[in-house]
């Protein structure tokens, strides 16, 4: 049983940076590096929001909000995803998940596409 569990949110100040981790476990190191592992955030009362993923092969993509900005990364020894996230916004505030998805199961920005999910950290940008 794979599990994910995030770390790292919580209250900064605009401007300022943080770094999101997610430690999977239950997984082999070759599952590990096949899953493409995704970032999303959610506020309350909107839908789970894409913000960043890479594939197996490293390849990233983002939220237009999220280029130039945040940085997903991967250390494949820990079975950690990173998510580095600096010039914080108020706009940015939300509880920020990680998930994993199966090769070639859908599309990396579709929240459905994907078959673990972590619980969640808070993050919160003050102005």
């Known amino acids: 049983q794979v599990q994910l569990v995030e770390s790292g949110g919580r209250l900064v100040q605009a401007g300022d940076s943080l770094r999101l981790s997610c430690v999977a476990s239950?997984?082999?190191?070759?599952?590990?590096?096949?899953?493409?592992m995704g970032w999303f955030r959610q506020v309350p009362g909107k839908e789970r929001e894409f913000v960043a993923h890479?594939?197996?092969?490293?390849?990233?993509d983002y939220a237009d909000s999220a280029k130039g900005r945040f940085t997903i990364s991967t250390d494949n020894a820990k079975d950690t995803v990173y998510l580095q996230m600096n010039s914080l916004k108020p706009e940015d505030t939300a509880v920020y998940y990680c998930?994993?998805?199966?090769?070639?199961?859908?599309?990396?920005?579709?929240?459905?596409?994907?078959?673990?999910w972590g619980q969640g950290t808070q993050v919160t940008v003050s102005s």
């Open positions: 998930a994993a998805k199966k090769p070639i199961k859908g599309a990396y920005f579709r929240s459905h596409s994907y078959d673990y």
């Open positions: 239950g997984v082999t190191f070759t599952t590990f590096t096949s899953f493409g």
């Open positions: 890479m594939r197996w092969n490293g390849s990233t």
